[in-house]
């Protein structure tokens, strides 16, 4: 399956400032999910957001998504040491059921 | 949310053996279940999707002489790593959907992966 690519691979920030990350895919998706990953844990769901929305809000989380580019984006305002983590995009692939993650963004948050 | 166990949560084994690692839906039926794997700092990749029942349909790229994919019940998938060998050390997750969960827009459930080391 092909990957979708997210940016940026690493961000640094400190503790309270907000934190961007970017998602590209590749194939007609029906939902776009990110998610949480603590090193060598399992994945944690974060939020999902159907193709037919554009913005969707969660707690201290906001995400983004543009169909016409195929482009989302995740918002993490305020963010504490414990948000440090990688995090992984992943679309459901229309008719397959399968999610393709995209190649993840590694943010560390600074106490 | 629907719970997916998964085990062994570590396992190392010698080269040339097989390890086989199960993934159960513990409160719903499972009708599809995903196997992935992750190799450090990178991302998750399908290797196989099984649907219960019948046999599983593999990524390009994925052996299915060498990664086995036993899905007979609709609460328990397997997959086992036959001749293991150093390169085939990583980290597998899977993921189960059922009839409960069937619906497109429903986050997909995981187990806790399995890190297998194979020296």
């Known amino acids: 399956s092909q990957q979708g690519e997210e940016d940026p691979q690493a961000l640094s920030i400190q503790e309270g400032e907000n934190a961007t990350m970017n998602c590209s895919y590749k194939?007609?998706?029906?939902?776009l999910q990110w998610y949480r990953q603590n090193s060598g844990r399992g994945l944690v769901h974060l939020i999902l957001?159907?193709?037919?929305?554009r913005e969707k809000h969660s707690g201290r989380l906001r995400v983004t998504l543009d169909t016409s580019k195929k482009s989302s984006s995740l918002l993490i305002t305020a963010s504490r040491a414990a948000d440090t983590a990688s995090y992984f995009c992943?679309?459901?692939?229309?008719?397959?059921?399968?999610?393709?993650f995209g190649s993840g963004t590694r943010l560390q948050v600074q106490p | 949310g629907a719970v997916v166990s998964q085990h062994p949560s570590r396992v190392i084994c010698k080269s040339g053996t097989s390890v086989k690692i199960e993934c159960r839906s513990l409160?719903?039926?499972?009708?599809?279940m995903f196997w992935y794997r992750q190799f450090p700092k990178q991302s998750l990749m399908l290797m196989a999707t099984?649907?219960?029942?019948?046999?599983?349909?593999?990524e390009q790229g994925v052996e299915k002489d060498k990664f086995l994919i036993n899905h007979a019940s609709l609460t328990l998938s397997t997959l086992t790593v036959t001749s293991a060998h150093p390169e085939d050390s990583s980290f597998y997750i899977c993921?189960?959907?059922?009839?409960?969960?069937?619906?497109?827009?429903?986050?997909?459930?995981f187990g806790q992966g399995t890190r297998l080391t194979v020296v």
């Open positions: 099984s649907n219960e029942g019948s046999k599983a349909t593999y």
């Open positions: 409160d719903f039926q499972a009708t599809t």
């Open positions: 993921s189960a959907r059922g009839l409960k969960t069937s619906t497109m827009n429903t986050e997909a459930f």
């Open positions: 194939t007609s998706i029906n939902n």
């Open positions: 992943a679309g459901m692939d229309t008719g397959r059921r399968a999610l393709t």
């Open positions: 957001i159907r193709s037919n929305e």
